[in-house]
């Protein structure tokens, strides 16, 4: 049972990780827009 846990609970954050990984990757994206239409 403790085995189980363990895998699901990687398999879980396998799934979770990319999301927030490519959100953050967007954020990053958006904040260098608006700073390069800031310098503009």
């Keep these: ?3 189980k846990g363990i895998i ?4 879980w954050s396998l ?3 990319p999301k927030n990984f490519i959100h953050l990757l967007n954020k ?5 827009k608006n700073q ?5």
């Excluded at 699901?8 to 398999?11: Q, W």
């Excluded at 990053?28 to 260098?32: D, E, G």
């Excluded at 390069?36 to 503009?40: T, V």
């Design 8 to 11: 699901s609970l990687d398999e």
């Design 1 to 3: 049972m403790v085995f």
């Design 15 to 17: 799934t979770k990780i």
């Design 28 to 32: 990053k994206k958006n904040s260098l």
């Design 36 to 40: 390069i239409r800031s310098f503009r």
